[in-house]
């Protein structure tokens, strides 16, 4: 199993940046992808953004392209999430996860954290 902590979601106003954090412990050695989702209240969970185990590869969603930036240190099990320039579409609870494979599809994850909470206000 794999457990995933997301952390650093918050309150910011438009055009401002925060850096969530997820944190994995666990048999992390079995999952080469991790993954940032959102989802906002309404709608089903989103891809923002994957990375893969060494970090040479890298994929954003269109929506988020040019304004956030996917980072990992492995030494410390951590994936980073930085989000600049926010506006109010960026409201959401973010959720990172794990999978084998390269994929964008939610459905392909295996292991997710519980989320944190990022509001935008204008």
């Not at 850096?19 to 940032?36: D, I, K, P, Q």
Request: aromatic share 12%.
């Amino acid at each position: 199993q794999v457990q995933l902590v997301e952390s650093g979601g918050g309150h910011v106003q438009a055009g401002g940046s925060l850096r969530l954090s997820c944190a994995a412990s666990g048999r992390t050695y079995s999952y080469n992808v991790m993954a940032w989702f959102r989802q906002a209240p309404g709608k089903e969970r989103a891809f923002v953004a994957a990375i893969n185990w060494s970090g040479g590869r890298r994929r954003y969603a269109d929506s988020v392209e040019g304004r956030v930036t996917i980072s990992r240190d492995n030494a410390k099990n951590t994936v980073y999430l930085q989000l600049n320039s926010l506006n109010s579409e960026d409201a959401a609870v973010y959720y990172c996860g794990v999978t084998r494979g390269w994929s964008s599809d939610r459905n392909d994850y295996d292991y997710w954290g519980q989320g944190t909470q990022v509001t935008v206000s204008s």
